[in-house]
């Protein structure tokens, strides 16, 4: 076969020449798009008037597991949970709880052990069944009891549940816990029908029934997974859409792909890198609202036997001074720039964060979000104070994701402007929790997605042996307070507590906290009505198709 | 022949056990488990040793292994630990959609490469044949990622006249599949239509310059008779032959088509499972995989015996 090299120049670029224009045609149509929109600005909501009728596409960025309330573990789950199973609890959009399939918030006793929850009246299951008291204690006791419930932990300081009369049940607490309607709030709070469960049993999820604006229909392994509108459901009068497909786009640039042809309408996070794309295509929208959660760096004190194991000095390699000596630490907070952070690693479109309370959150104060500004001439001091003979060694197992890769470097480089030699260890991430629960590690960045309740922030991290302090933190005072703050109902008093927390965590820095993510959803301007609150759920029960 | 029969019987029996014990360590020697990736950020060790316990992966690995053979024999494939559906129903979804994408691929490969092959031998040193090696060049060297992508910019979103994304069956709506279908069998038969071209034009040169094709012109045929019903037609068995042996290679860019244009076929499912660490379905998978493959194989050297004797004499002499 004769070489390309060796014909003629002219049919060459005669031919590249179409596919040429075709290229970059297709490249810069997204760049090309008008960006003088008036749309409303960027939001969690989208209240526009919507028609009934179509089919909403969805692109969930991965699989949700089991369709099962009680055995559903991913947070993409949640996504299509929202649209076919309620709960006695919900969040608004200033992530206040609010009744759902509850009347009122429950009324706590006294001694704060026992929660009385009035439900609302008049509502039916998909199956047409009637929700009442029995069916939610069928649906609390079998979260707290199944084999493999993945809502037993959440529901651990219940004692029982107790049906009152049919609209009213009584949850008996262990002791007094604050926490309790965000937790209903949340998986542990979805009900299902009482009449599926005993027909499905584990099989449930195959086919969920609840209640829920949407119904269940099918779902293909891998594909998608489809919801009806449900005519039984109690106020079917607000939901506009008949149908909705869930389909599950790995790869983020197709998903984002796909919502440009048009062949989804509602794309789940879309990637950093095509925020921009999507924001200056008059033919999208982007809907965002400040995680609940963080990212930060946790510091190995004392991990040395492994999570949930009593913390001992650590031994070498992973012993160090970031581990014995406090002032390490404050230098290295001191000498990182969470601004620069942000504007390099992610164009800006994050927030730098000092702790674990968003600044939505009720529970946030000045305490809360105090921060320590940037400071590499006082992180050498600090360090030259401590008699530590610079650079200071240390390791950081970081994601080996293209995001995780360049924040690492960012505080690699910003580290060593204040004294220390960062060196990265790149890890995949079931690989990096595995390593980090043994304790593995000197630093580590990992960050939190975020509930609802600051005691689900805060708790299993700072807790001496929490589920999730890897870092091996213990203090008989911060362990005091959590457990205070867990038992008081008071908001503005649990507000206090939880900045006193919060303070004494600056002061040890078990983690070093940089910066809050924004949830993001991409939408077709086609359609509105789509929210998304701090929880990054997207709900869907009023979207629909503008008129 | 009953005792080559069982011989290549037994062959397949102990290749089959090799790959199902290759894979089932292999994907537990991963970092991370189907624990780990089902739980993700939430860590509490309490509940990833409750959680290995109920899949059973606190056994060891040879027992766990002689579990699932025990219900794989009895065509119990398991269920699926990230979506809690059958694994036989899962693959049993998906199968049909890269088989159909598959035989779509072939037929606009075999299309593509015939003419283009074709055309480049009859019209020598002339701007076609430059344009049609350049396009077989372009199809061998051009990653089907980069391919896919590029079609969805241009087809779908510069001039959106093919969709992105999905499938639809072809018993179910024709015209609707071919037009979720034209695009990925394109990008994945790009490859094969490139090798069938560059097979089809040598074959196709040789055979023009045949003693056979001077007689059929020298009787006064004419150029297109000559072309297609003599050269072209002894060409096809080379190209036949390339078909049959570059299957695999196309079933495994199914692989990578599947996932840009998010078909829920084979390879989908594969790269899905391995992400989500879904040892049952990966498990189930491959096993599907390689008993089709060892199959097949039996199937063709048992046809080969029949064809020609000498091949089971032979295997037992050696």
Redesign the interface.
Known sequence: MPSPMSEPVRPKMALFRPVAVLLVLALTAGACSSIDSDEPADTGTDNRPVRAGGTLRVALAEEPDRLDPTLARTLVGRTVFNAICEKLYDVDENLNLVPQLASALPEISADGKTATIKIRSGVKFADGTTLDAAAVKTSLDRHRTLTGSARASEMSSVDGVDVVDPSTVAIRLKGPFAPLTAVLADRAGMIMSPAALQARGEDFAAAPVCVGPFKFDSRVAQDRIEVVKDPNYYDAAKVKADRIVYSIIADSTTRFNNLRSGDVEVLDRPAATDVDALEADSNLRLLTSESLGYQGITVNLANRNGLGKPPAPLAAPYAGPMAADVRARRAFELSLDREAINRVVFRGKYQPACGPISKGSPYSSDAAQECAAHDPAAAKQLLADAGLTTPVKVTMVIGNTPDGRRLGEAIQAQASEGGFDVQLQPTEFSAALDATDAGRFQMFQIGWSGRVDPDGNIASFLTTQGAQNIGGYSDPEVDQLIAQARAVNDEARRRDLYGQIISKAHEDLPIIYLYRTVNMTGVSAKVGGVKMYGDGIIRLAEAGFTS | MRRYLLRRLLESVVTLVLVTMVVFAGVRAL???QV????????????LE??RH?YGLDQPIPVQYVRYVGKALSGDLGT?A????PVA??IG??LPVTLQLSVFSIVIAVLIGISAGVVAAVRRRT?AE??A??V??LGLSVPNFWFG??A???F???F?VL????FVSVFDNPVESFRHLLMPAVVLGSGLAAVIM?QC?SAMLEALGADYVRTARAKGLGGAQVVLGHALRNSLIVVTTIVGLQLGVLISGAVVTE????L?GFG??TI??V???DYPLIQGVVLVTATAYIGLNLLVDLLYSVIDPRVRVGGAVA
């Open positions: 970092p991370g488990d780990r990736a089902l739980v993700g950020e939430e860590s509490d060790p309490a509940v409750q959680l109920e699926s990230r979506t809690g559906l129903d899962t979804h998906a701007a430059w344009a090696n350049t077989a060049l992508l590029m969805v910019l241009v779908a979103i510069a959106p969709p992105a994304s999905g560059r034009r996932q840009i244009f998010v829920p989908k499912l899905d499972a992400f989500t660490r």
